[in-house]
């Protein structure tokens, strides 16, 4: 058996098949809604979660990371069956206190091989990360040479963007106020969004949908030429439909990477996006120019 485990958190968005195949763990964190607490992807799903979001007689949801607790039981477990080292990569601290629970958990066992990975960003791109560690885990490659790759290599590359279809969660989250709302909304604007230095980012707005839509499709072959991991997915928060257009119109391009895949955004970063988001992650190059060039 493999000598190193590989846990992630359910902010990755890891597609369970995947996660299956190549042995990764994913803790699941804690969605309130009006003080009841569900397991992530356990307890409630992703399509129930976007659906009490657009529900305005709902409170704002909250998260909460797993407890220490919860880690040390899970550490424990795989330290049982065998393993002799657990790498640990989770969601960045700026968004979520999991890596904190992480390191209180590694205090409380001194005598054990725990690495604690800061991925630096969330939701499909931890999950990208999370994937690559899992299949160099899965074909025996040492904890040095997967530490190695993923601080050197696949943090510093790790890519998301998407277009937000309305401004309305952020307003309800705090991150813009009214008078921004309510303007961005009567002139149709689509905030750019990207996870930057550990935050979900603005990087620009486009004119309506069909502007948006365009932009992705202009930046993606420019990405597929610099990629470094031959793997991109293609993102949706609730409504699937524009980004299975998106994802059917980028699998034919030809220089379109092998693994292109359809996958859904799940609840904590999808909480400050909202319903209608669309996004693509990838590891490699990014220059947000490609986006307004034809």
Known sequence: MPKVKIIT???SDLNPK???KYNIEVIPLNIFFDEKRYKDRKDISPEKFYEMLADRNNPWPTTSQPSAKEFMELYNQFFAEGYETIISIHITP????TLNSVNLAKKQMPDKDIIAIDSNTASLPLGLIALEAGKMAFNGAT????????????IPNAQIIGVIDTLENLHRGGRIGRAQKILGTLLKMKPLM??????????????GHDEAFK???????????NLLVDTFWVGYTDRKGESQKLYDTLKHFSNAPEEISLQQIGATVGTHLGPGTMAYAWIGECNLNWFYQK
């Open 18 to 20: 995947l996660a299956t």
């Open 143 to 154: 904890k040095e040479e997967i530490v190695t790759r993923v601080d050197q290599e696949l």
């Open 215 to 225: 932009g992705l499709i202009n930046m993606a072959p420019k990405i597929f030429d």
């Open 9 to 11: 958190d359910s902010t």
């Open 94 to 97: 700026n968004m979520s206190g």
């Open 194 to 207: 990207q996870v930057k230095d550990g935050y979900v980012d603005s990087f620009g707005k486009a004119r």
